[in-house]
């Protein structure tokens, strides 16, 4: 395993049983992404995007093969750590936003902190640098049902961020939205990864997002079947790494 | 604490379904506080006579005979009998039949030694001796019938055919059953034709170690006589009485736990449904990063504190039911002095509690630990 990667699956096999059928959801998948890309996951509906993404995310197990994210292996972990590995790794996002109903968008940014060791105050500052990212700060006090689409995916994207993840996970953010929030959202995905150098993994249906990624691979029924650059402009390495 | 937002908002998700909840605990638990009660009101009874010094002689046959009142002369005399007072169940009747209160004719030079624990003025017991129509009565039946201390008043006799004009000279405190009405003997006697007999005999022992020995010497002091007395301490003499409650007692206290049961199967029911619904959203917190563990403590904390609310609103409306059912009505005997005590309410709050951690334990430990995948598709 290469340290240099912060995504890196090795011959990577999920297969789900349902009674006696058996569905390879991936079928020995290698990619290795860098840090510091914005990728993209493209193919058609069942083809393993969200089984992918899950298995980066830790939320997911892979049958076989090796799962290594941020230089760390997570193929074995046990569940108690793997929580709290994602607590300090990964910021998920949704393609129905997810927020918490009962919760004001604060609240909803403040849940990954508070199972951190940040005091209050700590805890509030980082919260409102978050919405002032997502530029949200206005809204802080309303609850998810007061927002709109668009609005709640951005406040999802600021509890993805507040406690400073290494990689973001996006499952078709954009899907339920309409154009114009799409592109706030694709712009804002592009913001994090160039200022903040985030490592970011989206999958998506939305063609335009090719436009804002470095790399798009493409699945179809479990398997990789493409990896190119997107309009973008991939840098050197990225090229490298394609299989 | 951080979490205690969490647990707070989760609870006003649905006011409806929390205040619902709460509310058919609080009832249940009313209900099962106030029935587990009544049975330590007798225990209470029985602790307060169980280091007491008297002995209740009556007759061997049974409580409706009476004995001698010479037995009085030769009790006295055993070893460790302080004072012997007789005591004749007279059956009074106050104003109407549904009226009643027990009424004794007792004797008047004993009465403040065999019941120094009644808490009698020594002038009352002044009066008492001096004046041959005296009476005394209990601040229970004083109060109900808003009698005052120099009032005549008349029994009419049900066993007896004629009735008795009294005059009261004072009340009875202390220990005493607040009901209780005492009159002097040898105004019975003297009304009665001098017919020499009594209900029973309360003797007044020095030590409570000596009770049995007293017991023993009185019962076969009067063997093979017309008359075999049987004698008990007084609260086995208590006790007996009780002893009809007792069915009735362990009715209460089991109908108190099946209501409890009953409500904590509701409650679970409403647990259940209430996280089933949350499914995604605990996947969704746990995706973030919430351990198993810490999801299952916060679905237990929201059920917690909905049976505790529950649990300190049923006691607390029973506590205050009770007390106001104790002062407002004499009329149920020794059932109106029914408080609720310190145990039964912590008993209550801790079933309260359980009824909240129990109800949400089943549905709360499968969805905190359920597979977060599965869940989000469900979701998504
Ligand atoms: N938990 C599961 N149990 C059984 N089958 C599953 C499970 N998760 C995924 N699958 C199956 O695995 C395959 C890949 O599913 P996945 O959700 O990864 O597809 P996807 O590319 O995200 O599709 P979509 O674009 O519709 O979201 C599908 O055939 C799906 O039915
Ligand atoms: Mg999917």
Redesign the interface.
Known sequence: MDEKYAIDLEHVVRIYKRDEFEVRALDDVTIQIPAGRFVAIMGPSGSGKTTML?LI?G??HATTGRVAVGGEEITGMK??DL??????H?G?V???Y?L????TAF?NVE??L??TRLS?AERRSHVETALRVVNLADRMDHYPRQLSGGQEQRVAIA?AIVADPTIIVA?EPTGDLDAKSAEEILGLLVDLNRQFHKTIVMVTHDPRAERYVDTVYRLDKGLLVGTEPGRRGAPAEAAATSA | MKYAVLVFKNLFRSKRRTILTVLSIAVSLFIFSALVSVPTVANQILSDTASSTRIAAHNKAGLAYSIPVAYRQRIVAIPHVEAAMTQSWFGGVYHELYDQFPNFAVDHEQIEKVYSDWAISPESIEQFKKIRTACLVGAETMKRFHLHVGQQIQLKGSIYNFNVTLQIVGVLGGKAPPTFLLFRRDYLEEAAGRPGFVSMIWVKVDKPENVPQVIAAIDEGFANSSAETLSESESAFIGGFMQSYRTIFRMAEILGFIVVLTIGLVAANTAAMSIRERRGEIAVMRSIGFTSRTILSLLLSESLVIGLLGGLLGCGSAFIVLKLFAVGTGSMGPMSSIRMPPLVLAETLIASALIGVFSALGPAVSAARRNIVDALRMVA
């Open positions: 899950n995310a939320i997911d569940e108690r929580a709290s590995w994602r607590a300090r990964i998920l949704f393609q129905f997810n918490i109903p009962v919760l609240e849940l990954p508070l199972l209050k509890r499952d």
